[in-house]
């Protein structure tokens, strides 16, 4: 065999070989960038789903802010809702304003996954008056648990970290 064929030998292989990698990379990007119709619905359904979750959980704080126990309470779970009743919520407020302070704005964080439930994680902002008379601005972690309760996210559990 001569220098000749070996060359158009190896570049006949390297071409074949070349071409083949080609296919079935560009096979694989193909269906990598084309998911599939339940898929989408799917993750259309559980971005509506925290959509609705976060505002649930902005309401509450709002109103847990604003001294709104009414308000608050429309966003709870049935159990929850008998058990923080308006005494429970001020003994709550009062524990949060001598160790963080008043709440004064809060921050979505982000989603946890989890099965079944909703858990959100939110920045919390205090400020209270320290013992010299200065203002103490303090940040918490706020995490709240939701499941859907009549079509709709309810809280379940919640508490400031």
């Known amino acids: ?37 339940r898929e989408a619905a799917a993750s259309q359904t559980a971005d509506a789903s925290q959509d609705a979750a976060i505002e649930v959980s902005r309401r509450f704080l709002t109103a847990y802010r604003d001294g709104r126990h009414a308000a608050l309470q429309r966003e709870l779970s049935e159990p ?12 709550s407020v009062r524990e949060l304003s001598e160790t963080l302070g008043k709440l004064e704005s809060f921050s979505f964080l982000t989603a946890l996954r989890t099965p079944v439930l909703t858990s ?7 400020r209270r008056t ?12 706020f995490r709240v648990l939701l499941a859907p309760a009549d079509g709709q996210p309810r809280i379940i559990s919640f508490s400031f970290i």
Do not use: N
């Not at 269906?31 to 119709?37: T, V």
């Not at 929850?80 to 003994?91: E, K, P, T, V």
């Not at 959100?120 to 205090?126: P, T």
């Not at 320290?130 to 972690?141: F, N, T, W, Y």
């Open 1 to 37: 065999m001569g220098a000749g064929t070996v060359i158009r030998t190896r570049w006949g292989a390297g071409l074949a070989c070349g071409l083949a990698l080609l296919a079935a990379t560009g096979c694989t990007t193909l269906r990598a960038e084309r998911p599939h119709h």
């Open 80 to 91: 929850l809702r008998a058990s923080f009743g308006a005494d429970a919520y001020r003994a």
């Open 120 to 126: 959100l994680v939110w920045k919390a902002s205090f």
């Open 130 to 141: 320290g013992k010299d008379g200065r203002p103490i601005v303090q940040e918490a972690l």
